[in-house]
Structure formats: structure tokens, C-alpha cells
């Protein structure tokens, strides 16, 4: 290699014409679905992928991991894209942490005025959940260090749930604690943190601190007596925890939906012991469980909110809504170089607007409510011998498989009916530890209005017919 061209001519102009093993024996090993599975294009509720090297059209019933809420391809995001385009010689502008621009400012506004939280509201932005949660972590302290009490000040802890997932970046590490591949080999000290069970108003399972199965079946007062009970006994200093992070449902964790009397309760304990809440609205958040925030089914009042994934319409971009009163007074303390970039800004108001707009937070509790969850629990009840419980709010809904007779999470059995539908041409993605998550975009094709394009009732068909194949396939549910 000589100069600048032949650097073109044996790279750049090479890079699509090598074979696609030579590309990815130079990529990470970091997909989670499948290597051979390829993403090529989406339009609406479907993708078109690369399967094993085929060419293959898929309904994809987890909307991009609840990103696409407003459905692949959107128009109007486009449009909003060409229109920074040629507004803008420079489409990302300077960075928003040294300069502001106005896109950038109109987002903070609108999220601000949308979020009901009965405090005066202020936003930070990130480029991703991860990056959200970390502003969070670092707010919270920033708060602390403002206190004049003493008491205030030495709050370092945190308290997080079994089950959860905050992100993979070494802070939100140390809250997430959905599966033990996660945080095995990393260090998860990045500061003190408790984990408390998740108040789920259903029983499922769940990994301990081991990578150990549990069962949990608790009534909702004994989830505040659980807490209460660890308090006594040192393992949580109340008085030196800072803030508690949830999800009211828990996304990656297993599709595990809070019961709101035992939110309330920890909630109120929390507050009564000066703690802040925060809630991770990453997945939940911007209409999925038929209101714009989960939160708001719970008539709790958090701190802070995060949101992320279909914020930006799965652009890298994330935004922290919290009471103004905890916010940063010097410059230089928060930043990131591409938050509240001009496109990131300018998709995320077109797609906030488009929910907004079209009532798809109330569509999308119509369709969870009258045609998906009764589904799911039909099939529930047409195979007891596998499916442990259905639940979920809106179009955030999970199925569990057991065997009852060892009363053991049957994962093989749930990985085997995920490759079974994607074969019959749905796209389901894990979670927990035998759950099917089903979360499609919120403006996917039902019955009742085209009957043509019942993209929900294919869902539901290919989940019941993958669910019968696998069970006469398998001799032992597992």
C-alpha cells in the first residue's frame, strides 16, 4: 500500500465484495438472535432479512426490541430527516454540550410539558438507555452533594430489583440483574447496590444474586416486609441508599408486571426514608403499555423517568426527565458529545408527535386489552402442560413456560417455539428465563380494521401452531 488510493482500492471499494465470513470473523460476537439471521430493510411490522442466506419477509412481533414503536419505514420520520437534511449543510450540528440548538431545546419542552409529574420538570439528553440511566445515577449524586444535611451527603447506595436490566455500560451494570451472563467477569462495584425482588403482582422466576432459579410467589405487603425485614438486619442501610431504581415492567427480565398496591407501598417507603425514584421508562415509556409512561397506571410520582429505544425511533438517543431541584448548577458536570444531536433531536419529536397524534398509547391498550391478552391467556388454557402464566399491559405482553410436574422453567422449550414461529414467518425474541416477550409495534395491522392485513392475528397464529409443533416434537418439557 502506497498512498490514499490504494487504501480505497483494497478496503473501502473491497468491504462489500469479500465473502460475509471474512466480515464477520473482523466483527464482535455480539448478536443475540441468530449470526445467520441478517438484516436488510422494514416497512411497517414486517423486516426483510437474510435467513441462513435466504431472502426471507418476517412479522417481527418485538418491534425492534420495542424501538419501532411507530413501525419500521416510517414517512414522516423520513421527511423529517430530509428536512434537516436540506435545512442544515451539517446534519448533526455542534456538539449540544458546548452549543445548543433549537430542535434540541423544542424536544426538551415538549417532553417536559408531557410528562405528568407535578414537579417542575427539566431533561438531559444521552445517546442511548444506558447513557440515560448513567445521567440518572450521577443526578442523583449531583443532588446528594447539594444537600445541606450531613445525612444527605453520605447517601452512596443504590437499590435496584432482581430481574432488572438498566443497561450494559459499568454503572447501569451494577443495577442490572436479569441474567448472569450480564455481569460475569465485569466488576459491578461501580457503587454500593441492593437488590430487592421485584414486586410483581403474578409469581415468576428470576435469577438470585448465584445465577441460582428462584420461584417467587409473594403476596404485595410481603414484598414491603421483604424490604423492611432486610433493613433490620443491615443488609440495606436505608439511610445511606441514595436513590431506588425500577421498571414497572420489566422488559428483559421476563415481561414482569409490578402490582401496583406493593408499587405504592415501596414507593412510600422509599419517599418517607428521603430516597429518591427513579423509573426506567426505556421500554415501557412513549404509549407501549396504553398510557404515554407506565408510571402513570400506578399512580406513583418518580423523581426521575428515562426514556430511550422508540424515543428516537431506535436512533441512539435517550432523555432524562427529573424535578429541576436536583439538576446540575455548574456547567461541565454532564455532557456528551452527540445528545441532543439536530437529527437524533428532530426524530425523536416527529415520533413523540406521531404517538401522540394518532392515539396509539389508546390503541395500543384496545388491542392488548380485547384481542392480545385474551389470545395469549386462550392459549394459556389450551396448554397447562407448558405455559406457566401470560401477562402484560397494552402491547407488552410475555407467555412462561414450566414444567409443573418439576415446577422448573422450561427455557429449551421456549428457545425451541422462538425458532419453530420463525420458521412459520414471526420474529419473537426471549425473555426471563422461559418467556416469549411480544411486543410489536404499536400501529401493527388487526382485524378489525383490515382484514387484509391482520398482521396481530398471524402473531397470535403462528405462536399457537410453534407452541403445538414443538410440544409433539419434544418427549420432555425442559
Known amino acids: 500500500m502506497n498512498g490514499p488510493r490504494d487504501l480505497i482500492a483494497t478496503i473501502f471499494d473491497k468491504a462489500d465484495k469479500v465473502s460475509r465470513k471474512a466480515r464477520e470473523d473482523r ?13 436488510l430493510d422494514g416497512k411497517g411490522s414486517r423486516i426483510t432479512v437474510l435467513d441462513h442466506g435466504q431472502r426471507r419477509s418476517l412479522i417481527d412481533a418485538s418491534a425492534g426490541v420495542s424501538t419501532k414503536n411507530i413501525g419500521y419505514g416510517n414517512d414522516m420520520v423520513k421527511r423529517a430527516m430530509r428536512n434537516i437534511l ?3 449543510k451539517d446534519f448533526t450540528g455542534y456538539p449540544h454540550h458546548d452549543m445548543e440548538n433549537d430542535i434540541a431545546l423544542n424536544l426538551a419542552w415538549i417532553l417536559a410539558e408531557l410528562t405528568p409529574l407535578k414537579a417542575e420538570r427539566e431533561v438531559v ?5 444506558a447513557e440515560g440511566i448513567e445521567a440518572a445515577i450521577k443526578l442523583c449524586y449531583n443532588a446528594r452533594a447539594k444537600s445541606s444535611s450531613r445525612v444527605g451527603r453520605r447517601r452512596r447506595d443504590f437499590v435496584a430489583c432482581f430481574g432488572a436490566f438498566h443497561g450494559r455500560t459499568l454503572g447501569a451494570l451494577s443495577l442490572t440483574c436479569s441474567k448472569p451472563i450480564q455481569r460475569e467477569f465485569y466488576p459491578i462495584n461501580a457503587f454500593p447496590t441492593n437488590h430487592m425482588l421485584f414486586p410483581a403482582k403474578h409469581p415468576y422466576f428470576v435469577y438470585d444474586d448465584d445465577g441460582e432459579v428462584q420461584y417467587i410467589d409473594y403476596t404485595p405487603n410481603e414484598y414491603l416486609e421483604e424490604l423492611k425485614k432486610a433493613c433490620r438486619k443491615g443488609k440495606i442501610d436505608i439511610d445511606s441508599v441514595n436513590a431506588v431504581v425500577f421498571e414497572l415492567i420489566q422488559g428483559e427480565g421476563g415481561i414482569n408486571v409490578a402490582s401496583k398496591e406493593a408499587i405504592q407501598d415501596l414507593v412510600k417507603f422509599f419517599k ?3 430516597v429518591y425514584v427513579v423509573v426506567d421508562e426505556i421500554q415501557t415509556g412513549l404509549g407501549r403499555t396504553g398510557k404515554l409512561f407506565a408510571f402513570e397506571y400506578f399512580n406513583i410520582e418518580p423523581d426521575v423517568i428515562v426514556l430511550g429505544k422508540s424515543l428516537a425511533h431506535g436512533f441512539p438517543f435517550s432523555a432524562v426527565v427529573y424535578d429541576h431541584r436536583m439538576g446540575w448548577t455548574e456547567r461541565g458536570r454532564q455532557s456528551s458529545t452527540y445528545a441532543g444531536s439536530l437529527i437524533g433531536s428532530a426524530i425523536a419529536i416527529e415520533a413523540v408527535k406521531q404517538i401522540v397524534a394518532e392515539g396509539l398509547p389508546q390503541r395500543a391498550y384496545s388491542l392488548g386489552d380485547k384481542v392480545l391478552g385474551p389470545a395469549l391467556r386462550t392459549i394459556a388454557q389450551d396448554y397447562p402442560e407448558v405455559v406457566h402464566s401470560v401477562r402484560g399491559i397494552g402491547l407488552m405482553h410475555g407467555i412462561e413456560f414450566w414444567n409443573p410436574n418439576t415446577r422448573r422453567p422450561a427455557t429449551l422449550f421456549r428457545n425451541e417455539v422462538v425458532l419453530e414461529a420463525r420458521k412459520r414467518g414471526v420474529l419473537f425474541l426471549d425473555a426471563g428465563i422461559s418467556t416469549i416477550r411480544i411486543t410489536p409495534p404499536l400501529t401493527i395491522g388487526s382485524d378489525g380494521e383490515n382484514k387484509r392485513r391482520n398482521e396481530l392475528g398471524t402473531v397470535i397464529d403462528v405462536l399457537a401452531e410453534s407452541i403445538r409443533a414443538v410440544k409433539r416434537k419434544m418427549k420432555q418439557i425442559k
Request: zero cysteines; charged letters at 20%; glycine letters at 12%.
Open 27 to 39: 466483527y464482535a460476537l455480539t448478536t443475540f438472535i441468530d449470526p445467520d439471521l441478517v438484516f
Open 125 to 129: 439528553f444521552g445517546n442511548s438507555g
Open 272 to 274: 418517607e426514608n428521603g
Open 86 to 88: 436540506r435545512e442544515y
